[in-house]
């Protein structure tokens, strides 16, 4: 034991607990993304808001600021009727447009039925308010798909692999609607738009190139990743720490195609 | 495969103590995997200005790059990689969440979406705070929780350069 390395570390971890948790740092991480995603969302001028998981948003004047990120196993979306007591999620609109929702470690039921965890995902508010009725898990593929890799070493084929597996799993082509029970062909249900955007498409290729998938790490990638990375239409975006430029590059990245598509 | 060296043996069995059971594992990780060859940023960048372009990928077909063996660290290393390892980790965590919470209070102050006549309420100077939802409980952090843990930086800082020197003068195992 190295008693005055551990008086220092009871006292940082003392007032920051959420580093006992064993996935913490990777919340911390998670987060850190997601709000500087928002933060670019509203500097780039689009309307921009922190929302409790019953749909209220959190205004300036409330006492209850709490921004509130699930610590155990992935879920779905808690319904709105249990309260505001779970995990928040952030809001944002372009002028009048549709809202849309920015999702932190939800679960995504894929063709197969398996559920994936994507740790942040952009989804349209629709989906959101419709899922919100009685809670539940989205079918189909995000709009904005991101990983979010807090770990030490350099990220591997096989992370990249897995990724790209479970994006193929929750993507929905229109052909793929014969055989299931859904009214119409979207690429993400319950609740997406009716607009052409949202609507299921031919091909991985194109599904590939209309959504924004990236895995976002804060150390780098293992020799290799690259082409496969650039293959599937997955970005790398390495060294994500505060204060960095990288942080911009990927924000940039995220708020280029919200101008286009939100 | 890295040997692991038994003078890290020291800052892992306090890591634990510290309640910091996963940082001790991160650090048996790294050093059980070594350093590995990384994808150059020039590389990466070409990567997502590719995938921006819009040009549908060619299949290839033939291999392009031959991955690396990872590089173990060496036993005389693992000291000063692991007391490195364990300040850049907390510090950038630290870092991170700080950023986090400035992000969500200027959301939260600029937050211009309409709202219902039944939603006005009394202006507080309360500030965002962060909570993690956990079956062993909620564990929040404010602005004031984050400062004081900065605070203590210098002094977590000072303790593992005394114990790198220190152990640095021991006889590898």
């Not at chain 1, 942080?247 to 708020?255: E, F, G, K, M, R």
């Not at chain 2, 705070?129 to 004081?148: H, M, N, Q, T, Y």
Request: glycine share 8%; proline share 5%.
């Amino acid at each position: 034991m190295i008693p005055a390395v551990q008086t220092a570390l009871d006292t940082i971890v003392g007032r920051v607990t959420t580093l006992e948790h064993a996935s913490g740092a990777g919340r911390i991480f998670e987060l850190f993304v997601m709000t500087s995603i928002a933060r670019g969302l509203r500097d780039a001028g689009f309307s921009v808001w922190l929302q409790r998981s019953d749909g209220t948003i959190i205004r300036s004047r409330d006492a209850d600021r709490r921004f509130i990120q699930r610590g155990g196993a992935p879920t779905g979306v808690p319904a709105s009727s249990a309260g505001p007591g779970n995990a928040s999620v952030i809001g944002f609109r372009w002028g009048r447009r549709g809202k849309w929702e920015i999702w932190n470690g939800i679960q995504f039921a894929g063709r197969s039925a398996a559920t994936h965890e994507i740790d942040i995902s952009i989804v349209p508010g629709s989906v959101g308010t419709e899922i919100r009725k009685a809670g539940g898990i989205p079918v189909g593929r995000p709009r904005v798909a991101i990983e979010c890799k807090d770990v030490g070493t350099a990220g591997s084929l096989d992370e990249m692999r897995a990724f790209i597996a479970r994006l193929y799993d929750v993507t929905l082509l229109n052909a793929h609607h014969r055989h299931m029970h859904f009214p119409d062909a979207r690429a993400l249900h319950p609740g997406s738009p009716n607009e052409p955007k949202h609507r299921a498409i031919v091909t991985y290729w194109q599904e590939n190139r209309r959504t924004k998938n990236i895995i976002a790490r804060r150390t780098g990638f293992t020799g290799g990743t690259a082409p496969l990375g650039d293959y599937h239409r997955i970005e790398p975006h390495r060294d994500i720490t505060a204060g960095s430029s990288t942080v911009d590059a990927l924000v940039w990245s995220v708020v280029n195609w919200a101008r286009r598509n939100a | 495969m890295a040997i692991l060296d038994s003078r890290v043996l020291e800052l892992i069995e306090t890591l634990v103590a510290a309640r910091l059971d996963w940082l001790a594992f991160e650090l048996i990780e790294g050093i059980r995997l070594g350093r590995t060859a990384e994808e150059s940023e020039e590389a990466l960048a070409a990567a997502r200005q590719s995938i921006r372009s819009d040009a549908q990928p060619k299949a290839r077909g033939e291999p392009l790059v031959l991955l690396a063996k990872p590089e173990p660290i060496p036993a005389g290393e693992q000291v000063e990689w692991a007391a490195a390892y364990v300040e850049e980790r907390l510090e950038t965590a630290i870092e991170q969440l700080q950023a986090s919470i400035d992000a969500l209070d200027f959301i939260v102050e600029s937050t211009n979406e309409p709202e219902g006549p039944q939603e006005a309420s009394a202006k507080t100077e309360q500030g965002t705070a962060l909570v993690l939802l956990d079956v062993e409980g909620d564990r929040k952090s404010s602005r004031e929780d984050v400062a004081g843990a900065r605070d203590h930086f210098p002094a977590l800082r000072a303790a593992l350069a005394e114990w790198t020197a220190r152990a640095g003068g021991q006889a590898t195992i």
